[in-house]
């Protein structure tokens, strides 16, 4: 059975705080994603990677950044958060094109 | 630009009343058209994928269909279970594993 985990279902952090979320594939495979979803916008593509110390810009970089160190393990990092990344943050990972992503559970982010 | 558009935004059925939702899609070359759930505050569930016009998947009370244009979810005799946002995105040939998605229908069942 398939498993991405994410590290937090809920979180709460201050603006300008540094802001590290994680998650882990067990099925490996060597391409993972981050999106993040608000009502109204959908899923949007943040940043991905392709393998490991590979990254490539989304659809909406900007604010973020990410660290994959080892083919499990994706991390997106908010260097100083903001109130405009409260959201909700869905990893997901795939064999490759043409085959499908897994999600994981989601981390809600909500910055104050 | 690749686009997906789903509709209707919301559905209200009754136990049993089959219905179907629409994913229309603009893509240069399309490569995949896949169909996930997604239940209030977790993340989505993959359901289907299709690859060419004329394919047809089922699951259960599900049934996806795909045309060169739009994609349909059949939902046949669904129940009160079957209430979730259904979520539709495209991949491009020229778009390596990227996904596009369209804004999703949230489908309400009621006993």
């Known amino acids: 059975d398939v498993k991405v985990t994410q590290s937090s279902r809920y979180l709460v952090k201050r603006t300008g705080e540094k802001v590290f979320l994680e998650c882990v594939q067990d099925?490996?495979?060597?391409?993972m994603f981050w999106y993040r979803q608000d009502p109204g916008l959908g899923l949007r593509l943040i940043y991905f990677s392709y393998d490991v110390k590979m990254k490539e810009k989304g659809d909406i970089p900007e604010g973020y950044s990410v660290s994959r160190e080892k083919k499990e393990r994706f991390s997106l990092i908010l260097e100083s958060a903001s109130t405009n990344q409260t959201s909700m943050y869905l990893c997901a990972s795939t064999r490759g094109p043409n085959y499908e992503q897994y999600f994981g559970p989601g981390t809600r982010l909500t910055v104050t | 630009e690749d686009q997906v558009t789903q509709s209707p935004e919301a559905l209200r059925l009754q136990e049993g009343e089959s219905s179907s939702l629409n994913c229309s899609y603009t893509v240069s070359g399309l490569r995949g058209l896949f169909w996930y759930r997604q239940d209030p505050g977790k993340g989505p569930e993959f359901l289907f994928t299709?690859?060419?016009a004329g394919e047809e998947k089922e699951k259960e009370r599900l049934k996806a269909t795909l045309t060169k244009k739009e994609s349909f979810l059949h939902i046949t005799a669904p129940k009160p279970e079957d209430s979730a946002t259904y979520l539709c995105a495209v991949q491009a040939a020229a778009a390596g594993n990227k996904l596009t998605f369209g804004g999703g229908t949230r489908v309400l069942v009621k006993p």
């Open positions: 099925m490996d495979h060597e391409n």
């Open positions: 299709l690859y060419s």
